[in-house]
C-alpha cells in the first residue's frame, strides 16, 4: 500500500500566487484580447504520460470555467520539450520571442525548467511551474513573474527521509535515481531527513537520464543488504524500476521507499510490484479535500485521464489567473 502525506498549504499559496500575478501587471490581469498560453512540456520520451496529464489538467479548468479565464478566451501554443535540457533555450524563445505568449506552462525535467525559468527572468514573461522541483526556481531564480503551483525536489524527499528513520526505524538506506538535477535533489533532501534523524545513507547509487537498465544496480543492492532503499525515478522509468525491483526478489527483504512520484501516474502500471511501497507526497488521489476534487471528476471530453498528483498540480496556474 501505498501512503501519501499532504500538506495543508494549498489555498494559502492559490492565494498568494493569485494575488502576486495582479500585482505584476501582466497581459494576463490586464488584456482584453485573448490570453495567449504557451504549453511547453514534454510529448516525447519517458515524461510522456505527465506532460499529456499536465495539459488536460490545464485545460479541464478551462472548460470548467467555460473556456475563458478572467472574461478572456485562452489560445494555445504548444512545444515539445522532449526532456531535453540542451534544447531548452531554442524551445522556450519559440514561445517567448516567436509566439509573443502571455504566460508559459512548464514543465517536468528539472534541467528544462531552469533554462525556462532563464530566459521568463529576462523577458518578464510570467510562467508557471506546475510539475518540474528544481529548488533554484523559486530559490536562487526566484522573480516576481516565476510561480511554482507544484513542490520543490527537497519537500517530499526530506519528509521521507524523517519517515523512514523515525517512524520506521530505519538505520541504514541506499538510494538510487537519474543522475539529473531532479533525482540529485530528492536524494539529498532524503539524506538530510534521514540523517538528522539518527539513519545514514551508505551509498549514492545514480544511472544516467533516461536509462533504465537498472539490473548491475539491483545487484550491488541485493548484495550490500541496507535496510531500506530510497528512489526517485517517474514516468515510464519509475514503472520498470518498480517492476524490476520486485523481479528481483528485493521487495521481500528490503523495503521500497520513495517521493510520491515514483507511484503517481504510474501505480496501475506498476499493479502487484508497487505493494509495500511507502511514499511522501503533498497530494493523495483519494483525498476529499475540496481544492483537489473537482478536477479529479471525470468530464466527457477528458473522461481518460486520471485523477493524478500532476494533473491537480495543472489545474493550480488556471485558478491563479482565474482569480488575478
Same mark, same amino acid.
Given at each position: 500500500?501505498?501512503?501519501?502525506?499532504?500538506?495543508?498549504?494549498?489555498?494559502?499559496?492559490?492565494?498568494?500566487?493569485?494575488?502576486?500575478?495582479?500585482?505584476?501587471?501582466?497581459?494576463?490581469?490586464?488584456?482584453?484580447?485573448?490570453?495567449?498560453?504557451?504549453?511547453?512540456?514534454?510529448?516525447?520520451?519517458?515524461?510522456? $504520460?505527465? /506532460?499529456?496529464?499536465?495539459? %488536460? #489538467? !490545464? =485545460?479541464?479548468?478551462?472548460?470548467?470555467? @467555460? *473556456? +475563458?479565464?478572467?472574461?478572456?478566451?485562452?489560445?494555445?501554443?504548444?512545444?515539445?520539450?522532449?526532456?531535453?535540457?540542451?534544447?531548452?533555450?531554442?524551445?522556450?524563445?519559440?514561445?517567448?520571442?516567436?509566439?509573443?505568449?502571455?504566460?508559459?506552462?512548464?514543465?517536468?525535467?528539472?534541467?528544462?525548467?531552469?533554462?525556462?525559468?532563464?530566459?521568463?527572468?529576462?523577458?518578464?514573461?510570467?510562467?508557471?511551474?506546475?510539475?518540474?522541483?528544481?529548488?533554484?526556481?523559486?530559490?536562487?531564480?526566484?522573480?516576481?513573474?516565476?510561480?511554482?503551483?507544484?513542490?520543490?525536489?527537497?519537500?517530499?524527499?526530506?519528509?521521507?527521509?524523517?519517515?523512514?528513520?523515525?517512524?520506521?526505524?530505519?538505520?541504514?538506506?541506499?538510494?538510487?535515481?537519474?543522475?539529473? $538535477?531532479? /533525482?540529485?535533489?530528492?536524494? %539529498? #533532501? !532524503? =539524506?538530510?531527513?534521514?540523517?538528522?534523524? @539518527? *539513519? +545514514?545513507?551508505?551509498?549514492?547509487?545514480?544511472?544516467?537520464?533516461?536509462?533504465?537498465?537498472?539490473?548491475?544496480?539491483?545487484?550491488?543492492?541485493?548484495?550490500?543488504?541496507?535496510?531500506?532503499?530510497?528512489?526517485?525515478?517517474?514516468?515510464?522509468?519509475?514503472?520498470?524500476?518498480?517492476?524490476?525491483?520486485?523481479?528481483?526478489?528485493?521487495?521481500?527483504?528490503?523495503?521500497?521507499?520513495?517521493?510520491?512520484?515514483?507511484?503517481?501516474?504510474?501505480?496501475?502500471?506498476?499493479?502487484?510490484?508497487?505493494?509495500?511501497?511507502?511514499?511522501?507526497?503533498?497530494?493523495?488521489?483519494?483525498?476529499?479535500?475540496?481544492?483537489?476534487?473537482?478536477?479529479?471528476?471525470?468530464?466527457?471530453?477528458?473522461?481518460?485521464?486520471?485523477?493524478?498528483?500532476?494533473?491537480?498540480?495543472?489545474?493550480?496556474?488556471?485558478?491563479?489567473?482565474?482569480?488575478?
Amino acid at each position: 500500500m501505498t501512503t501519501r502525506t499532504p500538506v495543508r498549504t494549498a489555498r494559502l499559496a492559490l492565494t498568494a500566487l493569485a494575488f502576486a500575478a495582479a500585482l505584476c501587471g501582466t497581459a494576463g490581469a490586464q488584456g482584453t484580447g485573448k490570453l495567449k498560453v504557451g504549453l511547453m512540456l514534454p510529448y516525447s520520451g519517458t515524461y510522456t $504520460a505527465l /506532460g499529456v496529464a499536465i495539459e %488536460n #489538467g !490545464f =485545460k479541464l479548468y478551462v472548460d470548467e470555467q @467555460g *473556456g +475563458k479565464l478572467a472574461g478572456r478566451e485562452i489560445e494555445y501554443f504548444k512545444v515539445d520539450d522532449e526532456s531535453d535540457p540542451a534544447k531548452a533555450t531554442d524551445n522556450v524563445n519559440k514561445l517567448i520571442k516567436r509566439d509573443n505568449v502571455d504566460v508559459i506552462v512548464g514543465t517536468v525535467h528539472s534541467g528544462v525548467a531552469m533554462a525556462m525559468a532563464k530566459a521568463a527572468k529576462e523577458s518578464g514573461t510570467v510562467l508557471i511551474v506546475p510539475n518540474a522541483g528544481a529548488d533554484a526556481v523559486t530559490g536562487p531564480m526566484c522573480a516576481p513573474n516565476i510561480f511554482r503551483s507544484s513542490f520543490s525536489n527537497w519537500q517530499p524527499a526530506y519528509a521521507m527521509g524523517e519517515v523512514a528513520a523515525k517512524q520506521q526505524g530505519k538505520k541504514k538506506v541506499m538510494t538510487i535515481t537519474w543522475k539529473y $538535477a531532479a /533525482g540529485e535533489e530528492s536524494v %539529498n #533532501g !532524503f =539524506k538530510e531527513g534521514f540523517e538528522k534523524n @539518527g *539513519g +545514514k545513507v551508505d551509498k549514492q547509487l545514480t544511472l544516467p537520464f533516461p536509462n533504465v537498465e537498472f539490473q548491475a544496480l539491483l545487484t550491488e543492492i541485493a548484495a550490500a543488504k541496507p535496510d531500506a532503499v530510497y528512489a526517485f525515478f517517474a514516468g515510464g522509468g519509475a514503472v520498470k524500476f518498480v517492476k524490476d525491483y520486485q523481479a528481483a526478489g528485493l521487495n521481500k527483504t528490503i523495503p521500497l521507499y520513495g517521493p510520491g512520484f515514483l507511484t503517481d501516474g504510474t501505480l496501475d502500471a506498476q499493479g502487484e510490484s508497487a505493494q509495500g511501497m511507502l511514499t511522501t507526497l503533498h497530494y493523495a488521489t483519494a483525498s476529499t479535500r475540496r481544492a483537489t476534487t473537482p478536477s479529479a471528476r471525470p468530464t466527457p471530453s477528458r473522461s481518460s485521464c486520471s485523477p493524478t498528483c500532476t494533473r491537480c498540480r495543472a489545474t493550480t496556474p488556471r485558478r491563479c489567473w482565474a482569480w488575478a
